[in-house]
């Protein structure tokens, strides 16, 4: 029961019209500063009660708004944090993360057979962590750039030819890339 509540597209649909309605809300207006600060103390006080929320009801919602104010206030606002997360770099992992979510499972044998045999960190210790987090984000970008990037191209290129009426919408952080 618990897989089907954790990964079924539906019981997550809730999350995704927040982020929907958050788009359409901060599109010409921005969120006033207080929202941003009660919705980062929102997740604060969650996280603080460890285990004592269910996790189907912490993954499935609960963090879906506060985390919805807290992203719609840095995108509709523009202070040193929302300069950082939109600049180049951070721009270019956030295009990549989609490979780290695909890759980071099976990267963790090749993160242990490295650490086995070069640093040998001990797996709970905060080196293990940082080893694990570089590699995989490494490769992470190292596959959006010559897999993802390159496909998604050919993908759009092919659609451009086979159906010209159809306008193909491409995000705007990808085409500055």
Known sequence: MTSLVRY??????????????????TRYRQLPAWAGWL???SIGTVFATGRAIP????NN??????????IGRLASSMNPLSSLLGSRPMVHLGDASYCLYILHLPLEVAVLAINEQTLHFKQAS???????????????????????????RRIREYLRKCAPAIRISTARATDAL
């Open 8 to 25: 079924n597209p539906l019981f997550h649909l809730g999350s995704f019209v927040t982020g929907m309605a958050m788009e359409r809300l």
């Open 39 to 41: 919705s980062l103390a």
């Open 55 to 58: 996790y189907e009801i912490l």
């Open 126 to 152: 905060w080196g293990f962590v940082a080893e694990a987090v570089v590699f995989c984000v490494v490769v992470s970008l190292v596959m959006f750039r010559t897999m993802e990037e390159p496909y998604r």
């Open 61 to 70: 919602g609960l963090l879906a708004l506060p985390f919805a104010v807290l």
